[in-house]
C-alpha cells in the first residue's frame, strides 16, 4: 500500500483537460510544498514532469500545471494529446526520517 | 549531458545480497549539492523509493527496508552502489538510480536510469 493515494485511472479525449489527485497527510503533502509529479511510458523510466508543486523543468510543456491545496496536490493537464497516455506518479518529501514517498500511480488513458 | 546505468545480477536467489552499481556521467558527486537515489518497480505495481546518497556522503533510507540497505559511492568512479541483504521473491523488481539536486529541490530525481531487473527466485 502507497503512502500517498491516487486515483487508479483517469480518462479524456483528447484536447480535453484531466486533473488527476494525490492525497497525502500532514506529515508529507500537507506539510511541504515539495510534490513531485513523473510520467512513465510503458517499459520506459519515469519522467519529471512538476517539481515543488508546480514548477516544470526546462522541455516539459506547459500543458502540464500543478497545485496543492491542503494535503492533496493535483496534476492537471490541458489540451490532451495521445501521447500524454501514461501512468502518472506523484511523490512527496516526508520529513528527513521518511524521506521521500510516492503514490500508487494512475494511469491516463486518451480516448 | 547526464546519465545514468544500473547493472548487476538479473537473477538471485531467496536470502541472498544483492549489489547493484550505478554508473554515471555528466556530474560528478564531489560537486555540492548532487545526489544519487535508487527507486524500484515490481512488475506492474508502483514506484517505491529506496535510499538516497548526497555528495557529502549524507545518506537516507526507506524506513521500511532501513534494515536491508546500504548505499554508497565511489567519487573516482563516478558509481553509487547499493546493497539489499536477505532478498525474497517480493524483491523482484526493475531498480533505477536517479540523479537529485537539492540546490534544485528535495525529493525530485530529475535525470534517471534506464533500470535493471532482478528477478529473486530459487
Known amino acids: 500500500q502507497s503512502a500517498l493515494t491516487q486515483p487508479a485511472s483517469v480518462s479524456g479525449s483528447p484536447g480535453q483537460s484531466i486533473t488527476i489527485s494525490c492525497t497525502g497527510t500532514s506529515s508529507d503533502v500537507g506539510s511541504y510544498n515539495l510534490v513531485s509529479w513523473y510520467q512513465q511510458h510503458p517499459g520506459k523510466a519515469p519522467k519529471l514532469m512538476i517539481y515543488?508543486?508546480?514548477k516544470r523543468p526546462s522541455g516539459v510543456s506547459n500543458r502540464f500545471s500543478g497545485s496543492k491545496p491542503g494535503n492533496t496536490a493535483s496534476l492537471t493537464i490541458s489540451g490532451l494529446q495521445a501521447e500524454d497516455e501514461a501512468d502518472y506518479y506523484c511523490?512527496?518529501?516526508?520529513?528527513?526520517?521518511?524521506?521521500?514517498?510516492f503514490g500508487g500511480g494512475t494511469k491516463l488513458t486518451v480516448l | 549531458q547526464i546519465t545514468l546505468k544500473e547493472s548487476g545480477p538479473t537473477l538471485v536467489k531467496p536470502t541472498q545480497t544483492l549489489t547493484l552499481t550505478c554508473t554515471f556521467s555528466g556530474f560528478s558527486l564531489s560537486t555540492s549539492g548532487l545526489g544519487v537515489g535508487w527507486i524500484r518497480q515490481p512488475p506492474g505495481k508502483a514506484l517505491e523509493w529506496l535510499a538516497l546518497?548526497?555528495?557529502?556522503?549524507?545518506?537516507r533510507y526507506s524506513p521500511s527496508l532501513k534494515s536491508r540497505l546500504t548505499i554508497t559511492k565511489d567519487t573516482s568512479k563516478n558509481q553509487v552502489v547499493l546493497t539489499m541483504t536477505n532478498m525474497d521473491p517480493v524483491d523482484t523488481a526493475t531498480y533505477y538510480c536517479?540523479?537529485?539536486?537539492?540546490?534544485?529541490?528535495?525529493?525530485?530525481?530529475?535525470?534517471w536510469g534506464q533500470g535493471t531487473l532482478v528477478t529473486v527466485s530459487s
Open positions: 536517479a540523479h537529485s539536486d537539492i540546490v534544485t529541490t528535495i525529493g525530485a530525481h530529475d535525470y
Open positions: 546518497i548526497y555528495w557529502n556522503d549524507d545518506k
Open positions: 511523490c512527496s518529501y516526508a520529513g528527513s526520517s521518511t524521506f521521500v514517498v
Open positions: 515543488e508543486v508546480s
